[in-house]
């Protein structure tokens, strides 16, 4: 069985400031891994994904994410935060020995708060 | 374009009411599902259809019951609906193992 890990519920920083979200995973072999938003009253957004490569990925808004197999982590980064970043962050995993049907395990969330 | 649409994106229905939200995605996906979030946001998958065969099926009441005419659509159709079935219902779509799942907009489902 794959799963998630969000440590933080909610994360508040000042605008600015250099934001990281947590994510850690459990697959059983080789992760695909995904990060998601989600806006209030929206559907989720697809930020970036790691498949194999270069363990830095870029994504979609200046966010970026590391993906560490030695810790089973795939944290979420972006070097200046903005009011406008501030939703909820999904982490989701997907096990490669899986079929093309099998979906996503998502983490609970974090609440990502910017502060001007 | 939109890429997934569901419809509707509201619906307040009463206890013991069957009712149905479509999903259409014209991305050329050969893969479509449905996700459930509950109250505390939380995501879990529902159903998974690949060419229109049914590939997942979580532990989900028999009221729920997916549908896929074709490769394009996935319907959702819940019998005798109970006040926790009240949640958000995404649709989503993807072409292959590693590749992005696309996400519908959701529909808000509130049974009183």
């Known amino acids: 069985a794959q799963s998630v890990a969000q440590p933080e519920d909610q994360v508040n920083v000042a605008e600015g400031n250099p934001l990281t979200v947590k994510c850690t995973y459990s697959?059983?072999?080789?992760?695909?891994l995904f990060w998601y938003v989600q806006y209030p009253n929206r559907g989720l957004q697809f930020l970036l994904k790691?498949?194999?490569?270069?363990?830095l990925v870029k994504g979609s808004y200046g966010f970026e994410a590391e993906f560490n197999k030695s810790q089973t982590s795939f944290h979420l980064k972006k070097p200046s935060a903005l009011v406008s970043d501030s939703a909820l962050y999904f982490c989701?995993?997907?096990?490669?020995?899986?079929?093309?049907?099998?979906?996503?395990?998502f983490g609970k969330g974090t609440h990502l708060i910017i502060q001007p | 374009d939109t890429a997934v649409s569901q419809t509707p994106k509201y619906l307040v229905t009463q206890m013991g009411n069957d009712k149905s939200i479509k999903c259409e995605q014209n991305?050329?996906?050969?893969?479509m599902y449905w996700y459930k979030q509950d109250s505390k946001k939380f995501l879990k998958i529902m159903f998974s259809?690949?060419?229109?065969?049914?590939?997942i099926n979580e532990t989900v009441p028999n009221r729920f019951s997916p549908k896929s005419p074709d490769k394009a659509h996935l319907n959702l159709h819940i019998n005798s609906l109970e006040l926790g079935d009240s949640a958000v219902y995404f649709c989503?779509?993807?072409?292959?193992?590693?590749?992005?799942?696309?996400f519908g907009e959701g529909s808000w489902l509130t049974v009183v």
């Open positions: 790691y498949i194999t490569g270069d363990n």
């Open positions: 989503a779509s993807s072409q292959g193992a590693g590749n992005t799942i696309y």
């Open positions: 697959v059983s072999g080789n992760p695909y």
């Open positions: 259809y690949n060419n229109k065969e049914l590939i």
């Open positions: 991305l050329g996906h050969d893969t």
């Open positions: 989701a995993v997907r096990d490669r020995a899986g079929g093309g049907a099998d979906g996503l395990t």
